[in-house]
């Protein structure tokens, strides 16, 4: 399985890339960019049973669950 076609790697990726862009590495650029992986992995989940969006309704909130434990944790300081 390709690491990066993981929407919980992609998720991860996207709430360390939001991370970087906040005080203390302030490198903001990068919030316009931040969220494009996460979205990806929203957006292009493939699954038996298909519902909106191509995602199944259980693994959308997971997927955002990861993200945000990332982004929080990676914040707190």
Not at 13 to 41: D, E, K, Q, R, T
């Amino acid at each position: 399985m390709n690491l990066l076609k993981s929407p919980y790697v992609l998720a991860i990726i996207s709430g360390i890339l939001c991370v970087l862009s906040f005080p203390p590495y302030n490198f903001s650029f990068l919030i316009w960019f931040a969220l494009v992986p996460f979205l990806y992995a929203i957006l292009s989940t493939p699954h038996d049973k298909k519902k909106r969006f191509d995602i199944s309704y259980y693994q959308a909130p997971l997927i955002g669950l990861v993200f945000g434990m990332v982004f929080y944790f990676g914040t707190l300081h």
